[in-house]
């Protein structure tokens, strides 16, 4: 069963706090992706990974930062968070093409 | 390059009645097709994939046959459930670049 984990499921923060979302997967896949989910459910991906200390920019521009330092965890930080960050994260991993998501985090800035 | 085109939901239907949720493709090289379907606050599950021309994928009742000649990859269900409700993305894939559609929110009522 695939298995990739996000944390935290929900988080609340005030303006200007530096916030890092977690991202693991466990089944061992090179390429991992972020995505932003907007409330009209479009998918913007926002970063992605094709293995270790390989990251590179998405399609949509993000103010966000992750590292890739182990296969399994591809964490995301947001140095300096405000109201228009607020959004559903989630993250993914893939094998031939296939996509695998975590259940994804619901941020909210005030 | 690559795009893809959903049609706009919501798509509203009573219980069993069939299903037609319309996506068109444009791709360079030899995309691999998919459907994800999201359901209320989880991520994306891959639903069914096909990776060649007229290859039929299938799950849950649901159906999707892969098009070249029209570059349609449409999902269809014999009888919707109210437990079909959801979101529903179709992906694209060529040469390494995965191109998410819109999504099409479907809701079923008994």
Not at chain 1, 67 to 87: C, D
Not at chain 2, 17 to 45: D, H, K, M, R
């Amino acid at each position: 069963e695939a298995d990739i984990y996000q944390t935290p499921r929900y988080l609340v923060i005030g303006t200007g706090k530096k916030i890092t979302l977690e991202c693991s997967q466990t089944m061992g896949h090179d390429k991992m992706y972020w995505y932003q989910q907007d409330p009209g459910m479009e998918l913007h991906l926002i970063h992605y990974s094709y293995g270790v200390n390989s990251t590179e920019k998405g399609d949509l521009s993000s103010e966000s930062t992750v590292s890739r330092i182990r296969t399994e965890h591809f964490p995301l930080t947001l140095e300096s968070a405000r109201p228009s960050h607020t959004s559903q994260y989630l993250c993914a991993s893939s094998v031939y093409n296939e996509q695998f998501f975590g259940p994804g985090t619901r941020l909210t800035v005030l | 390059g690559n795009s893809v085109t959903q049609m706009e939901g919501p798509v509203t239907l009573s219980e069993e009645a069939f299903l037609t949720i319309n996506c068109t493709y444009t791709a360079t090289g030899y995309p691999s097709l998919f459907w994800y379907v999201q359901y209320p606050g989880e991520g994306l599950q891959l639903l069914l994939k096909a990776t060649k021309a007229d290859d039929k994928g299938s799950n849950k009742g649901f159906e999707a046959t892969y098009r070249k000649e029209t570059t349609s990859f449409h999902l269809e269900k014999g009888s919707v459930q109210v437990s079909d409700s959801a979101v529903y993305f179709c992906m694209n894939t060529g040469f390494q670049k995965l191109v998410f559609g819109t999504g099409t929110r479907l809701l079923v009522s008994p």
